[in-house]
T-cell receptor, first 114, second 117 residues
Framework: NAGVTQTPKFRVLKTGQSMTLLCAQD?????MYWYRQDPGMGLRLIHY???????AKGEVPDGYNVSRLKKQNFLLGLESAAPSQTSVYFC?????????????FGPGTRLTVT | GENVEQHPSTLSVQEGDSAVIKCTYS??????FPWYKQELGKGPQLIID?????GEKKDQRIAVTLNKTAKHFSLHITETQPEDSAVYFC????????????????FGQGTILTVHP
């Protein structure tokens, strides 16, 4: 079991460029989440998905889009990157089965927008 | 929506001492309070959690206490070791039988714990 994996691990973008971050989980989890982590601000929820083909906005969704075409994958897209999107991005997954609410996190992607 | 405040932002202790991190939450409907540990270069990992029908929970050297009336909860680490050095996050969530909260968490700002040998 690889758990939750994220690609790429690092990326540098110029302002206005676009990119997609990929998250994959092999635990058959229904729920998946994208967070951003900034110093002194903890983790903030960007978007989440409760199942294949569904997505919903979190706390800080502006400037991001997501898609969940397959249950095991959750993609985060930046259409026109801005310096304010410089951050570390984490993907997580969980399942509502058996009352366990634990979220399993990937290793993160460090994104720098210049 | 929910707001979670975490203190202190940094905590430095000597090996063997105890460490306490405190969090307050704003939404009285929150009923699930996990704590995550994040080691350098890694994603957060759940270390302990507590539900609102319980006042205290222990797991070896770590314990969490919850005061629903005051809307605060705390993480206690006893006999600290250098490997406890990490960033710790508290979080709050409202879980319900229908599952419509979808496990969404609101995190505190994080505490950088340093344990000196």
């Amino acid at each position: 079991n690889a758990g939750v994996t994220q690609t790429p691990k690092f990326r540098v973008l110029k302002t206005g460029q676009s990119m997609t971050l990929l998250c994959a989980q092999d635990m058959n989890h229904e729920y998946m989440y994208w967070y951003r982590q900034d110093p002194g601000m903890g983790l903030r929820l960007i978007h989440y998905s409760v199942g294949e083909g569904t997505t919903a906005k979190g706390e800080v969704p502006d400037g991001y889009n997501v898609s969940r075409l397959k249950k095991q994958n959750f993609l985060l897209g930046l259409e026109s990157a801005a310096p304010s999107q410089t951050s570390v991005y984490f993907c997580a997954s969980s399942t509502p089965r058996d009352g366990n609410y634990e979220q399993y996190f990937g290793p993160g992607t460090r994104l720098t927008v210049t | 929506g929910e707001n979670v405040e975490q203190h202190p932002s940094t905590l430095s202790v000597q090996e063997g001492d105890s460490a306490v991190i405190k969090c307050t939450y704003s939404d009285s409907a929150s009923n699930y309070f996990p704590w995550y540990k994040q080691e350098l270069g890694k994603g957060p990992q759940l270390i302990i959690d507590i539900r609102s029908n319980v006042g205290e929970k222990k797991d070896q050297r770590i314990a969490v206490t919850l005061n629903k009336t005051a809307k605060h909860f705390s993480l206690h680490i006893t006999e600290t070791q250098p490997e406890d050095s990490a960033v710790y996050f508290c979080a709050a969530s409202h879980t319900n039988a229908g599952g419509t909260s979808y496990g969404k968490l609101t995190f505190g700002q994080g505490t950088i714990l340093t344990v000196h040998p």
